[in-house]
């Protein structure tokens, strides 16, 4: 693990390097954090199984606090992943959310923060899932770590191609509508790892609670490269 907070370590030493990940300005007064645990009432009311239900909760809520854009869900514990038995596990539900989670208009453009080169892609195309889906491998002195971005648009995996580089700030895909984006209300999964642990196309975004400490390490804070003051 030391390897991960090393990793912390030089991404917080960077700030300054990252461009934006999405065409958003997620420090502006139109973003508020949404909460998505248990104590959330609304949530508790809608059929998280009907996608429709569920986004017009999510617009219910920006609508709530003045705002367009939510942000939030970093190690988040969630209930929402109940809606689908693709997060089930024998003995405890996965529920620990383990990337940041920015909720916004379909079609919103998605960029590279750093020079990258693509680790992998796929449609992870189960209800609940990620959808289409983008691994990007970056290095910072010497580091090599990964950015996840999941419930794309289909085109956005068109013509992509493993080891294709892509520089700092360069559109790689756009926020995906549901259905194909895995069935949610339209919004970014973005997501760092310190390793893919063999893995390709897909990586866990939901952990079990027992797992939050080997998590936490393995994926640091994303607000670490998106730098959200909302999020601080």
């Keep these: 693990m030391q390897q991960s907070n090393k990793l912390s370590e030089t991404l917080s030493r960077h700030s300054y390097a990252f461009a934006p990940v999405l065409a958003a300005d997620l420090n502006a007064d139109n973003v508020c954090t949404l909460d998505f645990t248990a104590a959330n009432t609304l949530l508790q009311q809608t059929d998280l199984q009907d996608t429709a239900a569920f986004n017009a909760a999510v617009q219910k809520m920006l609508q709530a606090k003045g705002a367009t854009v939510g942000v939030g869900g970093y190690l988040e514990d969630r209930f929402i992943y109940r809606r689908s038995q693709h997060f089930d596990v024998a003995s405890e539900s996965r529920n620990l959310h383990l990337g940041v989670d920015v909720w916004l208009e379909a079609g919103t453009a998605v960029f590279t923060p750093l020079d990258a080169v693509v680790h992998s892609f796929a449609d992870n195309d189960n209800f609940g ?4 889906t983008i691994i990007l ?67 866990p975004g939901v952990a079990t609670s027992a797992e939050k400490d080997k998590y936490r390490q393995l994926c640091p804070n994303p607000n670490l490269i998106l730098q959200c003051r909302h999020l601080a």
């Design 129 to 132: 899932d990620y959808g289409p």
């Design 137 to 203: 491998q970056h290095e910072l002195e010497g580091i090599t770590f990964y950015t996840l971005y999941g419930h794309l648009t289909r085109t956005s995996l068109q013509g992509l191609q493993i080891g294709q580089h892509f520089a700092k700030g360069v559109k790689i895909a756009e926020v995906g509508p549901y259905p194909e984006n895995g069935h949610w209300p339209p919004h970014l999964h973005f997501q760092v790892m310190a390793s893919m642990e063999g893995k390709q196309g897909d990586y």
